[in-house]
């Protein structure tokens, strides 16, 4: 966890610059550059109160990530920019989360079902289930298609037994989980084109956007909602935020601790 001081560097620092574009703000609440869009009315409305003041933390949060990073790092959001001594990216660190976790739920069902198979065949379905379940862009409209009965067994297991973790232990970070699954794992989330680009087809119709591996091109929206996400946690010590932060990989821990610290100055 960041230093307490960092964290209070980091809020009083950028808080400065997050600027108010409307405290009544009816629809969704929302940051555009160093401005954020809530809606103070709703603050205490019954139940919805710790979400609603962490919620303004988050957007602020994000502006924080935009105003360090016109600063900072040549126009870039301060969380997609960050490498670390690795080479790597917070968004490299999550997407290995969710993989990590798809894999080993399948290991685990595996298991379970006694299945006998090979090392290559372990592989094979392993691989193949966490293909199904990363390169879905909407699977709401547009679940996948599974001929391998096999296959098919294990990804809805597997997929199951991720979204029912991820419902009980997951608090905020379920959200991002579903910024890597097109929304197949999660139980909360925002909508699923807010993950993926799109390209036209042939048709002349907007389609998720896949590379020339066959891999879903997503936005950059993950990294920087986890960012949010765990610092409204943080800062407002709500237990849904702080069960998100606690439930990402170390990987992803350290990352945002060491880019919440660069921005407070603490490093
Ligand atoms: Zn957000």
């Not at 894999?103 to 595996?110: A, F, G, L, N």
């Not at 879903?216 to 765990?230: D, N, S, Y």
């Amino acid at each position: 966890m960041p230093h307490l001081r960092g964290l209070w560097r980091f809020a009083n620092a950028y808080v400065m610059f997050t600027k108010l574009g409307d405290m009544h703000y009816k629809g969704t609440a929302y940051q555009n550059k160093d401005y954020v869009y809530f809606d103070v009315d709703d603050f205490h409305s019954f139940g919805r109160r710790a979400s609603n003041y962490r919620t303004f933390f988050h957007e602020m949060s994000h502006a924080a990530d935009y105003s360090y990073g016109q600063r900072k790092c040549n126009g870039n959001y301060t969380t997609i920019d960050y490498v670390d001594k690795n080479g790597n990216t917070l968004n490299d660190y999550l997407k290995a989360d969710v993989e990590n976790r798809i894999r080993t739920e399948v290991d685990e069902y595996i298991e379970k079902k006694n299945l006998n198979l090979t090392a290559e065949e372990k592989k094979k379905l392993e691989d193949d289930v966490t293909h199904l379940i990363m390169n879905t862009a909407d699977y709401k409209n547009d679940p996948p298609k599974i001929d391998d009965a096999m296959t098919k067994k294990c990804y809805k297991s597997v997929v199951f037994s991720i979204k029912i973790d991820l419902a009980f232990n997951a608090g905020e970070a379920s959200d991002v989980y579903g910024g890597y699954t097109g929304n197949t794992v999660s139980y909360w989330q925002h909508d699923a084109d807010y993950w993926y680009t799109t390209t036209t087809d042939a048709n002349g119709n907007e389609v998720p956007a896949y590379d020339e591996n066959g891999d879903l091109v997503r936005t950059t929206k993950q990294p920087l909602e986890c960012f949010a996400e765990c610092m409204a946690g943080m800062i407002t010590d709500c237990d849904s935020g702080m069960d998100g932060y606690n439930y990402y990989s170390e990987d992803v821990q350290n990352t945002f601790n060491d880019i919440a610290s660069e921005m407070a100055g603490t490093n």
